[in-house]
């Protein structure tokens, strides 16, 4: 069976506290794809994680020459202006085709919820367009209900198994997805599936943080159907990306 | 796309999920559902059925029954697992220095139970260090015997840090310490420690993924919080440079971690088939060597 492998959750380049093994730069990503057999990924400079997306996120810029690769960005409350006002982000983003966003409210010091993102939100919701959100379950459930009509992607939820949690946000909530770098415990993709088909679950290794080859091989082997192994490793994102209207 | 690995094993696994010459022993298992966690596979049929397709040869297990309830009936629910699924399950009996007299009788226990094959030490959820006089019994005895101590540890811990097991590791040169999580965080001394002690070893469970407790609703779970590591990419790698590969075992907490996401993180190392080999059964059919009676 053929996979097309599309990575939601890789970053790249030097931060304070690296693992022992990343990548310095795109073409050491490329290498680590390679070496895992993964097709594409959705990447985000490190530095727009672990410094300030100010500087950081316009170094995707680079990527333009890799078509393996689509870059992301990382978000900041508007109130403080330190990036585009929000209809300024978004032609930026037109111009860079960049056609999904990050948000690490713990890294980058805020609450994400609508009285910080009132501005953004709105226009993200109308483009369509999609917010990869490394948040506790707790505060990311207030987002979600001021919010419905957002699309977010949970990243990171593990390595235990947060269901008691996460369920009920899934059954209220059609437009949260769930990244699988955290989902290390076993049985969890299948039960996903079963409970809620593939349609909102997106293949993510996490890389430089893991192995990019422990998500890929859990995936790759899951008891669950090839047309959802498809969805899952790469289906659904390219679905979301190609539904962003900039 | 192919994956550029060049390892047949790595291959092997992608397509068909388990290895006829690769096999898993799995040296860090537990039994039964856990309090604090919905576990799907942790009913029993299903564990079962889970580890044999995932190319699992042997896993053995603590219950949980007996590291967070009642040690001598979670024991004996453990004892009652093996001997359904001899050919697969083997026990660490779990032993719990809050009640010291069954702390105490615990090496005679498990000596009379068929099918266990040495100690699970948990400090850190226990809340007493390794140190403590408590676990002398059973130190004694496996230091005695020769058998394997499964501990948990982590870095920067009051109970069971890397530096805190050196000393039972100088102090008890014949038992075969297994350092649970590899003194997740700490991944400089646990390696040291694991090149200058023959007889201490590096496990894996939990070192497959980041640990940021942040993003858990309710952090660690243990009653002194543990330490985040936000990355353990690379960390196979270093303890194979640093302790080889002959000092490094295969655990997954199942039916915690799936064990091919753990596999794929050994699988996908930058590392050698004769190294994924040592760390996948190799080094964990020398430990348990003589100690399996079917």
Redesign the interface.
């Known amino acids: 069976m053929i996979i097309n492998w599309y990575d939601c959750n890789c970053s790249y380049g030097r931060v304070a506290r690296p693992s022992h093994r990343f990548a310095h730069n795109v073409e050491e990503l490329l290498a680590e794809m390679d070496w895992c057999g993964v097709d594409r990924a959705l990447v985000y400079a490190a530095g727009s994680r672990a410094s300030s997306p100010v500087t950081w996120n316009p170094v995707t810029a680079g990527l333009r020459d890799h078509p393996r690769l689509a870059p992301t960005w990382a978000i900041l409350p508007p109130s403080t202006n330190e990036l585009p006002a929000p209809q300024d982000l978004i032609g930026a983003m037109r111009e860079g085709n960049v056609r999904a966003l990050w948000s690490f409210p713990q890294e980058h010091r805020y609450r994400l919820d609508f009285s910080t993102f009132r501005e953004l939100f709105p226009l993200l919701e109308k483009a369509r367009i999609p917010l990869f959100a490394k948040q506790n379950l707790i505060p990311l459930k207030e987002l979600l209900t001021e919010c419905p009509g957002l699309i977010v992607v949970a990243v990171n939820q593990g390595p235990h198994s947060v269901e008691r949690y996460l369920r009920p946000l899934l059954d209220d909530f059609p437009n949260l997805y769930l990244e699988t770098s955290g989902l290390l415990v076993e049985g969890l993709i299948e039960e996903f599936c079963e409970r809620y088909g593939p349609q909102r679950l997106l293949f993510g290794s996490g890389f430089p943080d893991q192995c990019l080859g422990g998500s890929l091989l859990r995936l790759a082997q899951a008891d669950i159907g090839d047309d959802a192994r498809r969805a899952i490793a790469g289906g659904n994102l390219e679905r979301l990306l190609a539904n962003v209207s900039l | 796309?192919?994956?550029?690995?060049p390892s047949p094993l790595?291959h092997e696994?992608?397509e068909t999920?388990r290895s006829e010459s690769c096999p898993i022993i799995d040296l860090h298992g537990h039994w039964g559902p856990y309090y604090?966690?919905?576990?799907?596979?942790a009913c029993n049929d299903?564990m079962i059925g889970?580890l044999r397709?995932?190319g699992v040869q042997r896993i053995v297990c603590s219950a949980h029954d007996a590291l967070f309830a009642d040690p001598d009936r979670g024991n004996a629910e453990m004892h009652a697992a093996i001997q359904k699924w001899p050919d697969l399950l083997s026990g660490f009996w779990a032993v719990n220095p809050n009640y010291p007299d069954l702390a105490a009788r615990a090496s005679a226990d498990m000596a009379a139970a068929k099918g266990f094959v040495g100690f699970k030490l948990l400090p850190d959820y226990h809340a007493r260090p390794i140190t403590c006089d408590a676990y002398r019994p059973v130190l004694e005895y496996a230091n005695a015997m020769q058998l394997p101590v499964l501990i948990h540890t982590w870095g920067g811990s009051a109970f069971n840090s890397p530096q805190q097991v050196e000393v039972v590791a100088a102090k008890y040169p014949e038992a075969r310490l297994l350092m649970g999580h590899s003194g997740f965080g700490d991944?400089e001394t646990s390696a040291r420690m694991g090149r200058d002690y023959p007889n201490l070893f590096l496990e894996l469970t939990?070192c497959?993924?980041?640990?940021?407790f942040?993003?858990?609703?309710s952090g660690s779970?243990t009653p002194v919080g543990l330490c985040s590591c936000?990355?353990?990419?690379?960390?196979?790698?270093?303890f194979v440079e640093r302790a080889g590969s002959e000092k490094i075992v295969f655990g997954t907490d199942?039916?915690?971690?799936?064990?091919?996401?753990?596999?794929?993180?050994v699988?996908?190392?930058?590392i050698t088939d004769d190294d994924r080999h040592n760390i996948l059964h190799r080094n964990a059919a020398k430990i348990l060597e003589k100690l399996i009676v079917q």
């Open positions: 796309m192919r994956p550029g690995n790595a696994f992608l999920g604090g966690a919905y576990l799907p596979v299903r889970v397709r995932r991944w939990a497959y993924a980041a640990h940021d942040e993003m858990l609703p779970g936000l990355h353990v990419n690379g960390i196979i790698e270093y199942m039916p915690w971690y799936s064990p091919h996401f753990a596999a794929g993180s699988l996908f190392a930058h």
